[in-house]
């Protein structure tokens, strides 16, 4: 799949860059969950100097060229941005695309390493919040080591978000970026199975981090979703990835070419399988949601991108039973403002949210969490469970949010163990 958006050469950045007003009080900085320093970068890319305009985004952030392509600008850092008002708002997303691209392809020199000396930490996970701790930490001088299920590191970043928005090239080059910082991976170890946090403990980490998400999809409720067809949205995109990386047949991708496809949801996720269903050649793909569009919770450009593909929205189309013949979809029975009626279907992709796993947590004692399932986390050491030394943060906690949201945590909580470790050693515990 083609990235949708292309990238600035150098002249289209800089001139975008120098638009920028530098404003004494820059709302586009407030507007950044994680407050980079946008006019500053901007002011160096003005001025020819990307590499210094790479290292003032690093000091924010780990995953520029992630952010610069994921994030939601128009409700975040643009949205704020003075000038957005009046239709001519800055560019920030694609400047820090370009700025994060431009350092990596063109291999400027990179920070230097810290010495690990400071001690040893493990991260179960590399999503967003995994990854963010991970280079936090390396950076501050701590040995990290990160603990990832699948094949490959990246979570969420690899294998929840379509190539027209993500490309994986960049999700491992981001990656690449934070090994260097002397991060270790170690892949295809599930925690709670392969190892536990207790055994973690016993080699010598003196904190763990958990980053885990939210694995477990939730379900509607309704009868009939046991019938086969009925799918959840991100294992749909987890499929279609692995089937794009050739690790996996065509036949195991759950949407087949011709089908007829109903996406129940309105947020990134379900814009995300309705344009994948549609890339994966299914006859329609319609996408249903309960309200009306002023609630949908995608990105607009998301949005918009759907509809560009064919997508057919059908608003205040509140799911009530899944139908089927022989235990297979046929159709999916909706209520509407006209009344009731059935829209027919081969596959259903459910993209409604999701919780988290028990798995990580049950293998150990003493972590609480409340009764939907998230981690229950302290405010000093910041992200402390109730267990000492371990420590939680992005989905698990908070709920699923966006990339950056779970790396404004994530960040705070990577300070919140380097207070932990350091008070035990003036403690001398």
Not at 325 to 342: A, C, D, Q, R, Y
């Amino acid at each position: 799949m083609k990235e949708e958006i292309p990238g600035y050469t150098v002249a289209e950045a800089v001139k975008e860059a120098r638009r920028c007003l530098n404003c004494p009080k820059p709302l586009c900085r407030t507007g950044c969950p994680i407050e980079n320093e946008i006019p500053q970068f901007n002011h160096a890319l003005a001025q020819g100097n990307i590499g210094e305009a790479y290292r003032i985004i690093s000091q924010k952030s780990n995953l520029p060229a992630i952010c610069g392509r994921v994030c939601p600008h128009e409700n975040q850092c643009e949205g704020h941005c003075v000038l957005y008002k009046s239709g001519k708002g800055i560019k920030i997303g694609r400047i820090e695309k370009f700025i994060a691209d431009f350092y990596s392809e063109n291999q400027l020199s990179s920070e230097k390493l810290v010495p690990k000396t400071k001690g040893k930490v493990a991260v179960i996970g590399s999503g967003p919040a995994g990854l963010t701790v991970a280079g936090d930490l390396a950076r501050k001088g701590y040995n990290v080591v990160v603990y990832e299920g699948e094949s490959e590191p990246g979570g969420v970043l690899l294998y929840g978000i379509p190539d027209f928005r993500l490309p994986k090239e960049v999700v491992r080059r981001e990656i690449k970026n934070i090994e260097a910082l002397g991060v270790t991976f170690v892949c295809n170890t599930r925690v709670g199975t392969d190892i536990t946090i207790d055994k973690m403990f016993e080699e010598g980490f003196e904190a763990v981090f958990i980053g885990a998400g939210t694995s477990v999809a939730k379900g509607l409720g309704i009868p009939g979703e046991n019938l086969k067809g009925v799918i959840q949205s991100s294992y749909f995109l987890r499929m279609t990835r692995l089937f794009l990386d050739e690790k996996v047949d065509r036949s195991e991708v759950p949407v087949e070419e011709g089908d007829r496809v109903i996406v129940i949801g309105a947020g990134n996720v379900a814009m995300d399988a309705c344009r994948t269903a549609v890339m994966m050649k299914a006859s329609s793909v319609v996408d249903c949601y309960r309200r009306t569009i002023e609630f949908m919770k995608a990105a607009h450009a998301e949005y918009d991108g759907a509809v560009k593909d064919g997508v057919d929205f059908r608003w205040e189309h509140t799911p009530i039973e899944v139908v089927g013949e022989n235990g297979k979809v046929t159709g999916l029975k909706v209520s509407t403002p006209e009344g009731e009626k059935i829209l027919p279907a081969d596959k259903i992709l459910i993209a409604v949210g999701s919780k988290p796993a028990g798995i990580v947590i049950s293998s150990t004692t003493g972590i609480d969490v409340d009764e939907s399932g998230y981690v229950i986390t302290k405010q000093t050491p910041y992200g402390m469970t109730t267990k000492n030394g371990v420590f939680a943060g992005g989905d698990i906690v908070h709920k699923p949010a966006t990339v950056v949201l779970a790396m404004r945590e994530a960040k705070k909580v990577a300070q919140g163990i380097a207070d932990y470790i350091e008070a035990r050693k003036l403690l001398g515990v």
